[in-house]
């Protein structure tokens, strides 16, 4: 009986029906800096990066999905093929200081002790990883937003972007499964102050926003609104169940949106962008790495370098592809994996 009175005590409060909704709850963070060498608060670029579908292959089309992700061991996880080569030369290639790493994931901070397991097996460090909250939700009785992640990814990524300050340059790697393309061509425009704060409000409502969640989400966005750029958007191509639209590029709109299958061509629109250097031979590693990993044929490998030598008016470009095309060429099937 004792036992029954504490357990319903602890259900009314845990479904408390107060209508107060803090969503900054959702936002569960850690700065990682403490175990890194070589952070420092204004990197020369901050990559933000989902995990599900993005660096982890992740099925949570149905309840069977969720279930089965929820209870997989770090060892279970399987890694988007060339994720990892490409994360970590993104980070670390050009020595210190370091990139800026930022994991942003919609999966509850319960997953966050194995999702750090893998990264740690897949020799990754990162500078600061966030996850949802979800438990808040199911305590407000807010079901409808268990699911919805515009907001919470948006609140997240500005509170990213206003600790870094003013000039910050980030690049952001998702995926079409949820609303990864909504959310950072959003957040894109309000950081390089392609629209007004007010727009910025209107594109929260027109994404289907809550006027509770928009009023917290204000404050963060006008700290932020032309502080800084982004340099390059990726969006991951996956297979989607009925009742998704497709993921498509267009022409000439902003920001521009890479979609990838292959994350060689994340490592090609790095290389472009300046976030990995034209010296040395790490595009050759990376592109050995997509063959090994993602048996990508060196003919197409070939092509593609070919298609970046091809456009680029950097002649640093032209010539580290010109590079590594020819070594592939040379020297396959290319045995080399690591970056070093």
């Known amino acids: 009986m004792g036992y029954s009175l504490v357990m319903i005590g602890f259900l009314r409060k845990f479904f408390s029906g107060s209508n107060t909704y803090d969503l900054g709850r959702l936002v569960d963070r850690r700065q990682c800096d403490a175990r890194l060498v070589g952070e420092v608060p204004d990197p020369p670029f901050d990559i933000i990066c989902d995990i599900d579908k993005t660096y982890l292959e992740t099925e949570f089309a149905s309840v069977v999905d969720l279930a089965r992700t929820a209870m997989e061991d770090a060892r279970d996880k399987i890694t988007v093929f060339g994720a990892r080569e490409v994360l970590l030369a993104a980070r670390w290639a050009r020595g210190l200081p370091p990139n800026g790493l930022h994991f942003v994931s919609s999966s509850p901070p319960q997953l966050r002790r194995v999702l750090e397991s893998k990264l740690v097996l897949d020799g990754l460090d990162w500078t600061s990883d966030t996850f949802k909250n979800q438990a808040y939700n199911l305590q407000k009785r807010r079901l409808g937003l268990l699911r919805h992640h515009v907001a919470y990814k948006t609140l997240a990524i500005l509170m990213i972007m206003a600790k ?7 690049v952001m790697i998702g995926d079409n499964a949820e609303s990864d393309p909504l959310v950072y061509g959003g957040v894109a425009r309000l950081l390089e102050g392609r629209c007004s704060v007010s727009e910025f409000e209107s594109h929260l409502v027109n994404a289907g926003v809550q006027s509770i969640e928009i009023a917290q989400i204000m404050p963060v966005a006008a700290k932020v609104h032309g502080k800084g750029s982004v340099s390059a958007i990726f969006i991951r191509k996956v297979p989607l169940p009925k009742g998704y639209k497709p993921f ?18 994340v490592a090609l629109g790095l290389l472009q962008v300046g976030v990995l250097p034209a010296e040395g031979d790490v595009i050759f590693k990376l592109a050995a790495a997509a063959h090994n990993t993602a048996l990508i044929p060196v003919p197409d490998l070939v092509h593609k370098l070919g298609a970046v030598a091809g456009s680029s008016e950097s002649q640093d470009v032209v010539k580290a592809c010109q590079s590594a095309a020819e070594q592939l060429e040379l020297r396959k099937p290319a045995p080399w994996l690591g970056l070093d």
């Open 248 to 265: 498509e590029t267009q022409p000439g709109q902003w920001p521009p949106m890479t979609g990838f299958t292959s994350f060689f061509d």
């Open 164 to 170: 870094r300050g003013e000039g910050g340059r980030f």
